[in-house]
């Protein structure tokens, strides 16, 4: 039998819980599934939470864990990780957009020789006005991170328990789980999913998820080629501009000697050329660039992880964090 932890991170969705769990349910005893769903609300303001503890004491293999306020859902899921007991841990979002049919598809693609399976939205059925950047921003990350994907931050997604103890999740890094299984090594595919009608609730997403959404795929990309040597990106733009400003600043020392020293040139104030200026800034920038190289590298060696950025304020019987 199949052991498998679904995560389920909740804000503001009361409505939905009671039908997702029994379609989950009703999955789980088709294929004979050894199944525990984790319920993470993640400071929702509705009843999310008492339908969560009815859910928990009514089946014994729902968990739920409660945030004391909106920490995010990068937060919900290492929470959910980190209580979930099986080998096989399953995302997937409480608006019933994500269909719990999938499960068997996710479970079979898995078995193929892979660690992660991502879900792909390939007929969305949301607005146009988030369909259309979003296939922007899904090939900009294809394009830079070097793994290709159709949809990077579909909310269902399998993964292997010993991916999800090598990548850490903060801020908004959630949407880049492939990206960052992949940079570790792991292999990643995506599955053509069934994209349902949102039932309940309005979208938690705007237009400033874009924005930040792209933030985060520059933090991605520094990660994945400088994170073990942040010296290699900051010191080699160090070096550039360093390197410029001691040029410049050597060619003015020429032309100062050739007119005060061999009186081979006219006298001119060496203070009233520009390059005097450009040269000093970029000798200046090149040194401060090399300085926080130095430092990022000094953070790199001595600090460990830093403490986790949610706070718990209750959790159901079971739902002890490992």
């Given at each position: 039998?199949?052991?498998?932890?679904?995560?389920?991170?909740?804000?503001?969705?009361?409505?939905?819980?009671?039908?997702l769990h029994r379609e989950i349910r009703d999955i789980a005893v088709q294929v004979s599934l050894d199944l525990e769903m984790i319920f993470v609300d993640d400071g929702s303001r509705d009843a999310s939470w008492q339908t969560i503890q009815e859910l928990a004491a009514a089946d014994p293999q729902v968990r739920g864990i409660r945030f004391r306020r909106n920490f995010g859902k990068a937060a919900a899921l290492t929470a959910g990780f980190r209580a979930a007991q099986s080998p096989l841990?399953?995302?997937?979002?409480?608006?019933?957009?994500?269909?719990?049919?999938?499960?068997?598809?996710?479970?079979?693609?898995?078995?193929?020789?892979?660690d992660v399976v991502n879900g792909w939205k390939q007929r969305r059925?949301?607005?146009?006005?988030?369909?259309?950047?979003?296939k922007v921003f899904n090939a900009l990350v294809s394009r830079l991170t070097g793994l290709s994907l159709h949809d990077h931050n579909c909310g269902i997604k399998l993964v292997r328990r010993e991916v999800t103890g090598e990548i850490r999740l903060y801020g908004e890094l959630h949407r880049f789980i492939p990206v960052l299984a992949h940079a570790r090594g792991f292999r990643v595919t995506e599955l053509p999913v069934h994209h349902r009608v949102r039932q309940h609730g309005v979208s938690k997403y705007g237009f400033r998820r874009f924005a930040r959404g792209f933030l985060d795929l520059l933090t991605v990309s520094f990660l994945m080629s400088y994170r073990q040597r942040p010296q290699h990106m900051l010191g080699?733009?160090?070096l550039l501009f360093f390197s410029c400003g001691m040029l410049g600043l050597g060619?003015?020392?020429?032309?100062?000697?050739?007119?005060n020293?061999?009186?081979?040139?006219?006298?001119?104030?060496?203070?009233?050329r520009p390059l005097l200026a450009y040269s000093l800034a970029a000798t200046l920038l090149g040194g401060q660039a090399l300085s926080l190289g130095l430092l990022a590298e000094l953070l790199v060696h001595y600090t460990s992880h830093e403490r986790d950025a949610f706070s718990i304020a209750e959790q159901t019987a079971e739902s002890c964090l490992i």
């Open positions: 039998m199949t052991a498998l932890s679904i995560i389920i991170p909740v804000y503001n969705e009361a409505e939905s819980l009671k039908q841990l399953m995302m997937m979002d409480a608006d019933l957009q994500d269909d719990p049919a999938e499960i068997p598809q996710f479970l079979a693609k898995l078995n193929t020789g892979f059925l949301d607005p146009w006005h988030k369909v259309y950047p979003s080699g733009v160090g060619y003015l020392a020429v032309i100062w000697v050739c007119m020293v061999l009186g081979l040139l006219p006298t001119v104030p060496i203070g009233s």
